[in-house]
Protein backbone atom coordinates (compact mmCIF):
# COMPACT_ATOMS: atom_id res chain seq x y z
CA UNK A 1 0.00 0.00 0.00
CA UNK A 2 2.28 2.83 -1.56
CA UNK A 3 -0.34 5.47 0.03
CA UNK A 4 0.65 9.15 -1.44
CA UNK A 5 4.16 9.18 -3.12
CA UNK A 6 6.13 12.40 -4.13
CA UNK A 7 9.04 12.65 -6.90
CA UNK A 8 11.97 13.83 -6.64
CA UNK A 9 12.99 13.79 -3.10
CA UNK A 10 15.66 16.73 -3.88
CA UNK A 11 16.09 19.18 -6.00
CA UNK A 12 18.01 22.11 -6.80
CA UNK A 13 17.14 24.58 -9.11
CA UNK A 14 19.11 27.97 -10.75
CA UNK A 15 16.96 31.01 -10.46
CA UNK A 16 14.19 31.15 -13.26
CA UNK A 17 14.62 27.44 -13.86
CA UNK A 18 11.32 25.39 -14.04
CA UNK A 19 10.25 22.47 -12.73
CA UNK A 20 7.17 19.71 -11.63
CA UNK A 21 6.85 18.51 -8.62
CA UNK A 22 5.03 14.72 -9.00
CA UNK A 23 2.14 13.56 -6.50
CA UNK A 24 0.37 10.36 -6.71
CA UNK A 25 -1.88 8.44 -4.45
CA UNK A 26 -3.39 5.59 -4.37
CA UNK A 27 -6.09 5.76 -1.71
CA UNK A 28 -9.02 7.22 -4.87
CA UNK A 29 -8.87 10.36 -1.95
CA UNK A 30 -11.18 13.28 -3.76
CA UNK A 31 -9.01 15.94 -2.07
CA UNK A 32 -5.31 16.43 -2.16
CA UNK A 33 -3.03 19.61 -1.41
CA UNK A 34 0.21 21.26 -1.62
CA UNK A 35 2.31 21.99 1.55
CA UNK A 36 5.01 24.21 1.69
CA UNK A 37 7.53 23.99 5.18
CA UNK A 38 9.58 26.78 6.35
CA UNK A 39 11.57 26.38 9.44
CA UNK A 40 9.77 28.29 12.14
CA UNK A 41 6.46 28.43 10.13
CA UNK A 42 3.52 26.22 9.95
CA UNK A 43 2.87 24.82 6.93
CA UNK A 44 1.36 26.88 4.10
CA UNK A 45 -1.01 25.65 1.87
CA UNK A 46 -0.32 26.36 -2.23
CA UNK A 47 -2.61 25.04 -4.03
CA UNK A 48 -5.39 22.89 -3.54
CA UNK A 49 -7.97 20.27 -5.34
CA UNK A 50 -11.28 19.34 -4.48
CA UNK A 51 -11.81 17.07 -7.80
CA UNK A 52 -10.28 15.61 -10.80
CA UNK A 53 -10.46 18.88 -12.86
CA UNK A 54 -10.46 21.04 -10.44
CA UNK A 55 -7.82 23.31 -8.25
CA UNK A 56 -7.71 26.28 -6.31
CA UNK A 57 -5.53 28.46 -4.97
CA UNK A 58 -4.46 28.25 -1.48
CA UNK A 59 -2.83 31.13 0.98
CA UNK A 60 0.37 31.23 -0.63
CA UNK A 61 -0.47 30.57 -4.61
CA UNK A 62 2.12 33.07 -5.87
CA UNK A 63 5.12 32.08 -8.26
CA UNK A 64 3.43 28.08 -8.63
CA UNK A 65 0.64 26.35 -10.71
CA UNK A 66 -1.18 22.92 -10.69
CA UNK A 67 -3.21 20.45 -12.71
CA UNK A 68 -5.00 17.84 -11.31
CA UNK A 69 -5.79 15.69 -14.61
CA UNK A 70 -6.60 12.76 -12.90
CA UNK A 71 -8.04 11.68 -9.79
CA UNK A 72 -5.02 10.31 -8.79
CA UNK A 73 -2.65 13.00 -9.74
CA UNK A 74 -1.57 16.27 -8.25
CA UNK A 75 1.06 18.67 -10.31
CA UNK A 76 2.88 21.24 -8.75
CA UNK A 77 4.82 23.58 -11.60
CA UNK A 78 7.02 26.18 -10.74
CA UNK A 79 7.48 28.09 -13.99
CA UNK A 80 10.34 30.42 -13.10
CA UNK A 81 11.86 29.37 -9.53
CA UNK A 82 13.07 32.10 -7.12
CA UNK A 83 15.45 31.64 -3.94
CA UNK A 84 12.33 32.41 -2.46
CA UNK A 85 10.56 29.27 -3.48
CA UNK A 86 13.70 27.38 -1.44
CA UNK A 87 11.51 25.02 1.05
CA UNK A 88 10.37 21.50 1.95
CA UNK A 89 7.25 20.72 -0.39
CA UNK A 90 4.82 18.11 0.84
CA UNK A 91 2.03 16.86 -1.25
CA UNK A 92 -1.07 15.45 0.75
CA UNK A 93 -4.58 13.84 0.19
CA UNK A 94 -7.58 13.28 2.10
CA UNK A 95 -11.65 11.67 2.05
CA UNK A 96 -14.56 13.47 1.46
CA UNK A 97 -15.98 11.12 4.01
CA UNK A 98 -14.02 9.88 6.86
CA UNK A 99 -15.90 6.90 9.04
CA UNK A 100 -14.24 8.64 12.17
CA UNK A 101 -15.90 12.07 11.70
CA UNK A 102 -12.44 13.43 10.73
CA UNK A 103 -10.93 14.33 6.93
CA UNK A 104 -7.46 13.88 8.30
CA UNK A 105 -4.59 14.49 5.86
CA UNK A 106 -2.17 11.63 4.30
CA UNK A 107 1.68 13.04 3.63
CA UNK A 108 3.89 12.37 1.06
CA UNK A 109 7.23 12.02 2.05
CA UNK A 110 8.22 15.20 1.17
CA UNK A 111 10.92 17.27 -1.59
CA UNK A 112 13.73 19.64 -0.62
CA UNK A 113 14.25 22.31 -3.01
CA UNK A 114 16.88 24.21 -3.31
CA UNK A 115 16.67 27.32 -5.45
CA UNK A 116 20.05 29.47 -6.13
CA UNK B 1 -6.00 37.27 11.85
CA UNK B 2 -5.80 33.96 12.36
CA UNK B 3 -3.29 32.15 14.82
CA UNK B 4 -2.12 29.21 16.44
CA UNK B 5 0.71 29.59 19.46
CA UNK B 6 2.86 26.73 20.60
CA UNK B 7 5.56 26.30 22.16
CA UNK B 8 9.22 26.34 20.00
CA UNK B 9 11.07 23.28 21.88
CA UNK B 10 10.45 21.29 25.01
CA UNK B 11 12.70 18.75 26.49
CA UNK B 12 11.15 15.55 28.84
CA UNK B 13 13.00 12.83 30.17
CA UNK B 14 12.37 9.18 29.01
CA UNK B 15 10.11 7.59 31.05
CA UNK B 16 8.16 10.93 31.81
CA UNK B 17 5.30 12.71 31.26
CA UNK B 18 4.92 15.71 28.84
CA UNK B 19 2.00 18.29 27.95
CA UNK B 20 2.24 20.26 25.01
CA UNK B 21 -0.09 22.79 24.62
CA UNK B 22 -1.37 24.21 21.70
CA UNK B 23 -3.82 27.85 21.66
CA UNK B 24 -5.70 28.97 19.10
CA UNK B 25 -7.76 32.07 17.46
CA UNK B 26 -9.42 31.50 13.72
CA UNK B 27 -12.47 32.41 12.21
CA UNK B 28 -14.77 29.57 13.11
CA UNK B 29 -14.40 26.08 14.50
CA UNK B 30 -14.21 22.43 12.92
CA UNK B 31 -11.91 20.63 15.07
CA UNK B 32 -8.39 20.18 15.89
CA UNK B 33 -5.80 17.90 15.10
CA UNK B 34 -2.13 16.88 16.15
CA UNK B 35 0.18 15.52 14.06
CA UNK B 36 3.63 13.91 14.95
CA UNK B 37 6.88 14.95 12.39
CA UNK B 38 10.11 13.15 12.63
CA UNK B 39 12.77 15.44 11.52
CA UNK B 40 13.25 14.54 7.57
CA UNK B 41 10.18 13.17 6.99
CA UNK B 42 6.06 13.85 6.55
CA UNK B 43 3.79 14.51 9.08
CA UNK B 44 1.41 11.73 10.30
CA UNK B 45 -1.90 11.74 12.31
CA UNK B 46 -1.79 11.43 15.60
CA UNK B 47 -5.72 12.90 17.13
CA UNK B 48 -9.17 14.82 16.11
CA UNK B 49 -10.92 16.70 18.64
CA UNK B 50 -13.81 18.55 17.64
CA UNK B 51 -15.78 18.31 21.84
CA UNK B 52 -14.66 19.61 24.42
CA UNK B 53 -13.00 16.93 26.74
CA UNK B 54 -10.17 14.55 26.88
CA UNK B 55 -9.91 11.99 23.68
CA UNK B 56 -7.08 8.82 24.86
CA UNK B 57 -5.21 6.77 22.34
CA UNK B 58 -2.62 4.74 24.35
CA UNK B 59 0.13 6.69 25.36
CA UNK B 60 -1.46 9.83 23.81
CA UNK B 61 -3.98 11.84 25.04
CA UNK B 62 -5.52 15.12 23.41
CA UNK B 63 -7.84 17.50 25.27
CA UNK B 64 -10.27 20.41 23.84
CA UNK B 65 -11.31 23.31 25.41
CA UNK B 66 -13.25 25.45 22.74
CA UNK B 67 -14.88 28.03 24.76
CA UNK B 68 -10.51 28.81 25.78
CA UNK B 69 -9.03 27.90 22.41
CA UNK B 70 -6.92 25.62 23.79
CA UNK B 71 -5.80 22.24 23.48
CA UNK B 72 -2.66 20.05 24.58
CA UNK B 73 -1.39 16.95 23.51
CA UNK B 74 -0.36 14.61 26.61
CA UNK B 75 2.45 11.88 26.01
CA UNK B 76 3.36 9.48 28.56
CA UNK B 77 5.72 6.80 29.60
CA UNK B 78 7.97 8.92 26.68
CA UNK B 79 10.11 6.55 24.80
CA UNK B 80 13.18 8.50 22.61
CA UNK B 81 11.43 7.17 18.91
CA UNK B 82 8.83 10.09 20.17
CA UNK B 83 11.18 12.28 19.93
CA UNK B 84 9.85 14.82 17.12
CA UNK B 85 8.12 18.13 16.42
CA UNK B 86 4.29 17.80 17.24
CA UNK B 87 1.53 20.14 14.75
CA UNK B 88 -1.09 21.40 16.03
CA UNK B 89 -4.23 22.77 13.26
CA UNK B 90 -7.30 23.88 13.87
CA UNK B 91 -10.02 23.59 11.14
CA UNK B 92 -11.77 26.91 10.64
CA UNK B 93 -15.41 27.63 9.57
CA UNK B 94 -14.38 27.83 5.81
CA UNK B 95 -12.88 24.37 6.62
CA UNK B 96 -9.49 25.10 5.58
CA UNK B 97 -6.72 23.92 7.89
CA UNK B 98 -4.56 26.81 9.97
CA UNK B 99 -0.88 25.10 10.98
CA UNK B 100 1.07 25.75 14.03
CA UNK B 101 4.67 26.00 13.86
CA UNK B 102 5.45 23.15 15.38
CA UNK B 103 6.88 21.94 18.96
CA UNK B 104 9.99 20.15 18.45
CA UNK B 105 10.52 17.82 21.36
CA UNK B 106 13.69 16.46 22.35
CA UNK B 107 13.56 13.31 25.05
CA UNK B 108 16.57 12.80 26.88
CA UNK B 109 17.58 9.21 27.80
Known amino acids: NAGVTQTPKFRVLKTGQSMTLLCAQDMNHEYMYWYRQDPGMGLRLIHYSVGEGTTAKGEVPDGYNVSRLKKQNFLLGLESAAPSQTSVYFC???????????????FGSGTQLSVL | GQNIDQPTEMTATEGAIVQINCTYQ??????LFWYQQHAGEAPTFLSY??LDGLEEKGRFSSFLSRSKGYSYLLLKELQMKDSASYLC??????????WGAGTKLIIKP
Open chain 2, 26 to 31: TSGFNG
Open chain 1, 92 to 106: ASSTLYDPQGNEKLF
Open chain 2, 89 to 98: AVMDSNYQLI
Open chain 2, 49 to 50: NV
